[in-house]
């Protein structure tokens, strides 16, 4: 198995194993989403946690900045830069980032949110069983 | 189902602004869970919640998700409605499935009705209702706008 999967890096298209595209490592490498969980759990509250509000609920965290839906877009980037496969657009500005393991993370621009809010970000690692709910960090200007 | 039963306390994060836009949100609104929402009484129980909040004249569809380009420019009563989401929702479907179906919107007039109570966008919406609501059915019923027909 780890030779069919070395073959594209023995070939230089690419320097490890996980990067090429149409290779099964990748969704072996994805097998176990800790990494994922300990992005969401750790990371995202540590970079909207120190400028975010808890809001109706705590299922949702309100970020006041400017550029709202510039910063939303990176901040979606940025916690999807290891998503499988192409971003899937469902229609209506929402675009959905598949995590693997039934894991996904959302993008709704404000004519997908009933609240008005510029940009959310919706995190739903309900499959994954750390968080019963679906999270949503919603993004506004000061 | 009783509309006593909509209002308990376990269902209470259902009538937050945010607590109905995806079926899925519905169902974890009303107990299920990732695990369960593709069953056949979450569907049967998320259809009777939907009912009943229609019925209240609470809230609408506020996109029909894939179904949009056809369904955006008719109108249709409440059961109308009720048929329409039961004939989309397959037993079955569960996480991403449900992004791709209708949302959901409460009406402008519960929605201001609420503000003017003093519901923010950093309110905790449990010690809302606690303290400023009180009895949230009996609330909606004096709220209301009395034109209307909720019971179509």
Redesign the interface.
């Known amino acids: 198995m780890d030779y069919i999967h070395d073959n594209p890096v023995a070939a230089g298209f690419i320097t490890q194993a996980t990067q090429w595209k149409y290779s099964s490592a990748r969704n072996i490498a994805r097998v176990d989403p800790a990494i994922e969980i300990f992005r969401m759990k750790v990371v995202l509250p540590t970079v909207v946690g120190t400028r975010s509000r808890r809001a109706t609920s705590n299922t949702i965290r309100i970020v006041k900045t400017n550029s709202p839906i510039t910063k939303a877009r990176e901040l979606f980037n940025s916690l999807t830069k290891h998503k499988i496969g192409n971003l899937i657009d469902d229609g209506n500005g929402v675009l959905r980032a598949n995590m693997g393991n039934g894991n996904y993370i959302n993008y709704r621009q404000s004519s997908a949110s009933t609240s008005n809010f510029p940009a959310t970000i919706s995190l739903d690692f309900r499959a994954a069983g750390i968080w019963t709910k679906v999270r949503n960090v919603k993004f506004i200007a000061p | 189902m009783k509309t006593i039963e909509l209002f308990k306390e376990d269902f209470i ?1 259902l009538f ?3 607590g ?2 995806y079926i ?2 519905i169902l ?2 009303i107990g299920y ?2 695990k369960n929402e593709s069953s056949s009484s979450a569907k049967k129980h998320g259809l009777e919640v939907i009912e009943k909040l229609l019925e209240l004249d609470l809230i609408e569809v ?2 029909w ?2 179904y ?1 380009d056809k369904l955006k420019d008719l109108t249709f009563s409440n059961s109308e409605i009720i048929n329409k989401i039961d004939s989309l929702w397959a037993v079955g479907m569960h ?2 499935d449900f ?2 179906m209708p ?4 009406k402008n007039w519960y929605l201001d009705a609420l503000k003017k109570e003093g ?1 923010t ?6 010690t ?1 209702v606690k303290e400023k609501i009180g009895d949230l059915e009996k609330w909606i019923e004096e709220n209301r706008p009395k034109n209307t027909n909720h019971n179509n």
């Open positions: 994060e937050m602004p945010d109905i836009e899925s949100t974890a609104n869970t990732y506020f996109y998700g894939k949009d996480g991403p992004y791709r949302m959901f919107k409460y519901l966008q950093t309110t905790n919406w449990k809302f």
